[in-house]
């Protein structure tokens, strides 16, 4: 196998293969990444079992052929070099490769290429197409907000739901729930399953092509993947009943506030200095008409304090909340402006864009003194 190719777009496809490495693979072959020639295109694999993904790019094929190298060191290597152009070269019947840029030379021991377990597109009864940008938006709207926590399952990925032209995509930890609903032009029949957070996350990264591009999803009864032009993924499904949330979502509100979301971001990440060092990184907000104050404090090492102006209607409110679930919903939102619904001290706040409902985050307060 001989062949020439981008180091960039090699460099790229490498970067979202390797992330089906596992820290701990299986077998030592799964700690490796496949590659294979194609008719003028480069083919790289890599799967745990859990994720699978390949990669294509273009390439220049002298010789046909097959080999797989250790995922981590041919990244390292590749990152590393210094043309713009990269060769790899591995001999019939030899086990060492040799990759070549500008004047830089580095061989490296290959694995057995025959133990790869070469990944399949996966064959279900369910296909539909998502626009890059719509997939992309759903995703950065809602995945921040799954559960880390291996013990609750279905927490740990995103409800997709599909009912002709509406899709809605919807996560949460129980603290916090996180909704993005919008309507499709065609449509894609009715779908409810859940998607695992890390193949949602890793998506989104290759979802950035300049072009629009429809993404075809095809789902079996455990299995997701997801194809675009030069990258295929693969996942299971989480199994497990979403539970349903429109009972928590309040109708109505006795507090509105508008604030514009750049303030009230750059004054949570200045008092977060002060709280995340307390066991539940607290922030205290005290709403008054025309001014927000925020406030932070730890016995061990000292008090933070802060003031935003913002527009309130409704009675003032005092209310605490883990400062990252506010900043995590921050950096997704898009509008200048925010709204946030209030009732009590106590209960969840509802936080909103500004001239759209299509997304809805609801937080739940912490209970503390004041």
């Known amino acids: 196998m001989k062949i020439t190719c981008s180091k960039t777009e090699l460099c790229n496809a490498l970067r979202i293969v390797s992330k089906a490495i596992a820290s701990k ?41 097959q080999m797989t190298l250790a995922g981590h060191y041919i990244l390292e290597v590749i990152s590393k070099m210094p043309g713009e152009q990269v060769s790899l070269s591995l001999p019939v019947g030899e086990k060492m490769v040799t990759i070549q840029s500008d004047k830089a030379t580095f061989k490296l021991l290959s694995m057995e290429a025959a133990e790869f377990p070469q ?28 559960s880390n926590e291996d ?27 996180s909704v993005m609903q919008t309507q499709i ?10 998607i695992p957070a890390k193949i949602l996350s890793e998506l989104a990264h290759t979802l950035n092509s300049d072009v629009p591009q429809p993404i075809t999803v095809t789902c079996s009864p455990n299995q997701i993947s997801f194809q675009t032009p030069d990258t295929y993924m693969s996942s299971r499904l989480i199994e497990g009943q979403f539970p349903s949330f429109d009972n928590i979502i309040p109708a109505s509100f006795a507090t509105h506030v508008k604030v514009k ?49 913002a527009e309130l209607n409704g009675p003032d409110l005092h209310i605490a909340f883990n400062v990252d679930y506010l900043k995590d919903v ?32 609801i937080v739940t307060p912490v209970r503390t003194t004041f």
Do not use: W
């Open 25 to 65: 693979p299986q077998s030592p072959i799964l700690s490796g990444i496949f590659m294979k020639t194609t008719e003028n295109q480069l083919e790289l694999q890599a799967t745990n079992y859990e994720l699978s993904f390949i990669s294509r790019l273009p390439a220049t094929i002298e010789e046909p052929g």
């Open 119 to 146: 990944i399949q597109p996966i064959s279900g009864n369910i296909h539909f197409q998502l626009k890059d940008a719509l997939l992309r938006k759903l995703i950065q709207k809602t995945v921040f907000a799954c």
């Open 151 to 177: 013990s609750r399952p279905v927490f740990t990925g995103c409800s997709l739901s599909i009912k002709e032209h509406q899709v809605m995509m919807v996560a949460t930890n129980t603290h916090r729930l």
């Open 185 to 194: 032009d065609e449509s894609q029949g009715n779908i409810n399953i859940i």
């Open 261 to 309: 979301r750049e303030l009230l971001a750059q004054s949570l990440e200045r008092v977060s200095l002060i709280s995340r060092v307390s066991n539940y990184n607290v922030v205290k907000l005290y709403f008054t008409d025309g001014n927000i104050h925020l406030s932070a404090h730890d016995p061990e090492v000292g008090n933070a304090d802060d003031d935003i102006p």
């Open 330 to 361: 921050l950096r997704s939102m898009d509008s200048e402006v925010i709204r946030i619904g209030f009732n009590r001290e106590i209960s969840p706040a509802v936080l909103q864009e500004e001239d759209t409902d299509e997304f809805l985050y």
